[in-house]
């Protein structure tokens, strides 16, 4: 299985990237993963919250290929570690050759982008920042495949 990482505009916090890249370099034990950025809008303070979201929501889309796609989203369902290894192994075992998880810009996704979204998932229900979040879902998503093979990384 491929995972894809999608997000939307670069992770500009100088420790961020480091610290993704450890994760995301210690899932490639697993499974083959991708980290993609679309770009951030231009001239985005011209733009309306929900202009924002359409132009982002089709650069998602086109990026995202043919892959099951989940959304990290407030709204979305909120998993125990334990509970997201689950759901990741019946994933792995499925029928799907590929899983796109995205994070998107400050205002969420489009409609197209939910409407093309096979669920939701959200990390807490505290707010975090779409760049926070991107570290917070590589540890998960790491911490996911450690309990699934039964590795010492999770503790109860």
């Keep these: ?28 034990h697993y499974a083959a993963v ?13 733009l309306s919250e929900e202009q ?15 892959g099951e796609l989940w959304l990290l989203d407030e709204q979305g369902k ?15 075992q499925g029928s799907a050759k590929n899983l796109t998880f995205v994070v998107g810009g400050p205002y969420g996704f489009s409609a197209e982008v ?3 979204a096979a669920g939701r998932i959200s990390l807490s229900r505290m ?9 917070f879902f590589a540890e998960q998503l790491y911490r996911a495949f450690t309990i699934i093979k039964g590795e010492p990384y999770h503790h109860k």
């Design 1 to 28: 299985m491929k995972i894809l990482l999608l997000f939307v505009g670069k992770t500009d916090k100088g420790y961020l990237p480091a610290a993704i890249d450890i994760y995301v370099d210690r899932l490639k």
């Design 34 to 46: 991708e980290l993609r950025t679309i770009p951030e809008l231009k001239n985005a303070k011209s």
């Design 52 to 66: 924002q979201k359409d132009s982002e929501g089709k650069q998602l889309l086109q990026a995202a290929g043919e």
């Design 78 to 92: 909120e998993l125990s570690s334990e509970e997201f290894s689950v759901f990741l192994e019946k994933k792995l």
């Design 114 to 116: 939910y409407a093309r």
């Design 127 to 135: 707010t975090f920042s779409h760049q926070m979040v991107r570290l």
